[in-house]
């Protein structure tokens, strides 16, 4: 019998008594498939109930085959190593001792001697090649002990495997790795990531919406292709709905004027015509009698518009990227924003790692930092924002400058949006601060929601709305992991806006995909773990 999962029927409502989804129904060959939608959607929830992690409230889930989960953060204590984590420790020293001449009949009968070229195959694959399996996982990267455990998978070749978000928190050549497994899987898969490169290795794109589940066939490229199709089919189903609902509206009045015309006239000719209070009477009575059906005709007609607009807008809110409009910075161009001059610095003095570091960036620029994690990414922009004063050199800053890190904390989080967008916008009237903040997607009672309240991407909108919704939009704005747990939607807006803004940008990310997007002109790069 060949491996499958199936879904049937399932439901689950939170402890809070929000309920995620109903009634789903998936089910899972071989071939791999890419989960997505909004953070908050369900989609970590539902792996949780396959592995059964979470005990099911509804349905049914029956599986064919073996399963392989990939853990998202691994623990590193300081006695757990590698062949741990591969949970091969018992076979491995079996293997040891027979090499070392201390193996006893059990274990002579017990060995698996394919065990050492299997490890190595794997440790290779996932680019941890000649690695120690004895090595504490204390030692290793966060990305590192990500490989680890594409390994294990590797190592047990399971039928189906559940991943959650592989890529978070992982540098490129991590990335890549979990990119190139994928890549070379054959089994079934099932893949929850906001990751664009991940999710082009994808036999076909599930989005989870509160609409339920929908299938789309072919990879990112062409799911996007489709979603693409889809905007502009409701663009149209908007367009036309508005038409419709002017034009009823247009009608409408063409008939309360006729009629309006008409009584007068009546009015006038009833006076003239000497006939019976009974005949006249009875005149009116059909003639109100008709006009209420036609305003019960014209009334459910508007009705029914009203409701293909309200629908058309609903439909286009959810499947569409939102737009900004954002000020003008006023930097000129060529004007250098921000240069360090041989600069030396870190967190530990006595082992900085920025040394002898020198380059500008100029208004208008796009720059990515790059480098493998633990490089001094995030050491640079400390170093470029006056957090961390350089040990040796200079830094030179021109002009306004801002910085959004991956929680945001320019936001407080005691405080309402509003009140954050005040603290640091303090120029800008009541009524400047909710129009930038309703340019943002934060309208009227919106704005005055609780910042810890907020999603994740929710943050970093309401963050971008305080630093480029104001009178004046800072010279460099800076960005440190911006997509980290973001999902496509808040990925797609962010970008949107930072496209909206002409100033320069300097950013750390891995992602490819969002690099590219914002018109990253210039790297520069950390190749060296210092």
């Not at 190595?120 to 990267?141: F, H, I, K, W, Y």
């Not at 629908?311 to 499947?319: F, L, R, T, V």
């Not at 002898?356 to 994690?373: C, K, L, M, Q, Y």
Request: aromatic content about 4%.
């Amino acid at each position: 019998m060949s491996a499958h999962l199936v879904l049937q029927n399932i439901s689950y409502t939170t402890a809070e008594g929000r309920t995620l989804f109903e009634s789903l129904d998936l089910s899972l060959d071989r071939m791999r498939t890419g989960l997505v939608g909004r953070n908050g959607a369900g989609k970590s929830t539902l792996l949780k109930l396959i592995t059964g992690e979470y005990a099911m409230q509804s349905g049914a889930i029956s599986q064919a085959g073996s399963l392989g989960v990939l853990r998202q953060a691994i623990q590193a204590s300081d006695t757990r190593t590698i062949i741990d984590e591969l949970d091969a420790a018992g076979a491995y020293q079996t293997i040891q001792r027979m090499i070392s001449g201390t193996g006893t009949l059990a274990d002579s009968a017990e060995a698996d001697w394919t065990l050492e070229s299997r490890l190595a195959e794997a440790l290779e694959q996932v680019g941890l090649q000649g690695c120690d399996p004895m090595r504490n996982l204390s030692t290793l990267s966060g990305g590192q002990r990500t490989r680890v455990s594409l390994a294990a998978l590797i190592l047990k070749k399971p039928d189906i495997i559940l991943l959650d978000e592989p890529t978070n928190n992982l540098d490129r050549d991590g990335r890549q790795a979990v990119v190139d497994f994928l890549a070379q899987w054959r089994g079934s898969a099932l893949v929850v990531s906001h990751d664009r490169q991940v999710l082009r290795t994808m036999d076909r794109i599930v989005e989870l919406s509160s609409l339920g589940l929908k299938a789309y066939g072919g990879n990112w490229d062409e799911y996007k292709q489709q979603k693409d199709k889809e905007v502009a089919v409701a663009d149209h189903d908007l367009v036309v709905a508005q038409r419709n609902l002017a034009e009823l509206a247009r009608k409408a009045r063409i008939v309360a004027e006729r009629k309006a015309r008409k009584d007068s006239a009546g009015k006038r000719s009833r006076a003239k015509a000497g006939l019976s209070k009974l005949i006249l009477d009875a005149r009116e009575d059909r003639a109100e009698k008709t006009t209420g059906r036609d305003r019960q005709l014209a009334d459910r007609q508007r009705q029914k518009a009203d409701l293909e607009l309200q629908s058309a807008i609903s439909k286009i809110e959810q499947i569409k990227p939102v737009s900004f409009d954002i000020g003008a910075s006023k930097v000129p161009q060529g004007k250098t924003v921000l240069a360090f001059q041989n600069v030396t610095g870190g967190p530990d003095e006595q082992a900085p790692i920025i040394q002898r570091f020198s380059f500008t960036i100029e208004g208008g620029e796009r720059v990515a930092v790059t480098g493998p994690n633990g490089s001094g990414k995030t050491t640079l922009l400390r170093l470029a924002i006056g957090e961390l004063w350089p040990i040796a050199g200079r830094v030179h800053r021109s002009g306004p400058f801002a910085m959004l890190d991956q929680n945001v904390n320019l936001l407080d989080t005691e405080g309402t949006v509003l009140q954050s967008f005040k603290r640091l916008n303090p120029d800008s009237t009541d009524n400047d601060c909710r129009a930038a903040l309703a340019r943002f997607l934060f309208r009227a009672d919106s704005a005055l929601r609780p910042v810890s309240t907020l999603s994740g991407g929710e943050m970093l909108r309401a963050g971008l709305a305080c630093v480029l919704g104001g009178n004046w939009p800072p010279d460099l704005l800076i960005l440190d992991e911006p997509t980290n747990h973001l999902d496509l939607m808040s990925i797609a807006a962010i970008e949107t806006a930072l496209n909206a803004y002409d100033g320069a940008i300097l950013t750390v990310s891995h992602d490819e995909d969002f690099l590219s997007e914002i018109g990253i002109g210039r790297r520069i790069a950390l190749n060296e773990v210092v």
